[in-house]
């Protein structure tokens, strides 16, 4: 769907440039990236940097930038284009799909979306540009930008250091990292969802999606949360922030 909206808007000078936050890299989202063969620039973030430095904490998320490379929008939630006849097929979850599978989808079902309202906001800025009433100005910009005080730099480092040792093959050195950045920044999904990503439950495509304790040995389970249980303490409604026009 996001190729489709590229290709539609490209021709007014629209860029569209994914990047997926996995430290995993080619391991992880790569095979989907290649699977979607997509014709705009699709990059592969390990150290999360681009969440560093735009304020992600949850996916998926957009940060607008215009041709001078000025910020117009800062980073916000983004849902995907809304569906049509002609869009692709979803996800097919496989034939026999354990409980927690059908748990989750069905939190999932209750995160709140306007994907009319952000794609009639962002067609409106392909369109009209500065004079668009979605392009906010600067201060307006650094106003809904996230705080970078001491304890999210002292996050970020401990997630960086996190990753950079599991890349290295020291996943139970990384552990206490990835608990001090989910400690530091604690509105960070983007955080949680890697590190309980990589406790995989299982074979299988589903393995790294599971993100949560293995029922066999619920005790070997490195994290104080998992997506499942943080998303019903939370409320789903609260998962993603509104967008606001």
């Not at 990059?43 to 430095?53: M, S, T």
């Not at 306007?114 to 307006?140: I, M």
């Amino acid at each position: 769907m996001w190729q489709a909206l590229r290709n539609e808007l490209h021709p007014k000078g629209f860029e569209l440039v994914t990047v997926g936050l996995d430290t995993l890299g080619n391991d992880g989202c790569r095979a989907f990236i290649e699977a979607a063969k997509p014709e705009h620039p699709s990059l592969i973030d390990r150290h999360h940097v681009l969440a560093d430095l735009f304020g992600v904490i949850n996916i998926p998320s957009s940060v607008w930038i215009d041709e001078r490379g000025m910020i117009v929008r800062p980073a916000e939630a983004a849902p995907a284009p809304p569906r049509t006849a002609t869009s692709p097929p979803g996800f097919a979850m496989p034939g026999a799909v354990p409980q927690r599978f059908i748990d989750i989808m069905s939190e999932a079902a209750k995160i709140r979306k306007d994907a009319a309202g952000y794609h009639a906001a962002l067609r409106d800025w392909v369109e009209h540009g500065a004079a668009s009433r979605f392009a906010l100005p600067p201060e307006q910009v650094v106003e809904r930008s996230r705080p970078r005080d001491r304890d999210h730099a002292l996050g970020h480092a401990h997630f960086a250091l996190a990753t950079q040792l599991e890349i290295d093959g020291h996943h139970t050195a990384a552990i206490p990292h990835f608990r001090a950045a989910h400690r530091l920044v604690p509105e960070s999904w983007t955080f949680r969802r890697q590190a309980w990503s990589l406790e995989k439950v299982g074979d299988g495509p589903l393995a790294r999606f599971w993100q949560g304790p293995n029922p066999d040995a619920p005790e070997a389970w490195p994290y104080a949360g998992d997506w499942l249980a943080d998303i019903r303490q939370s409320g789903a409604e609260n998962y993603s922030e509104p967008w606001r026009p």
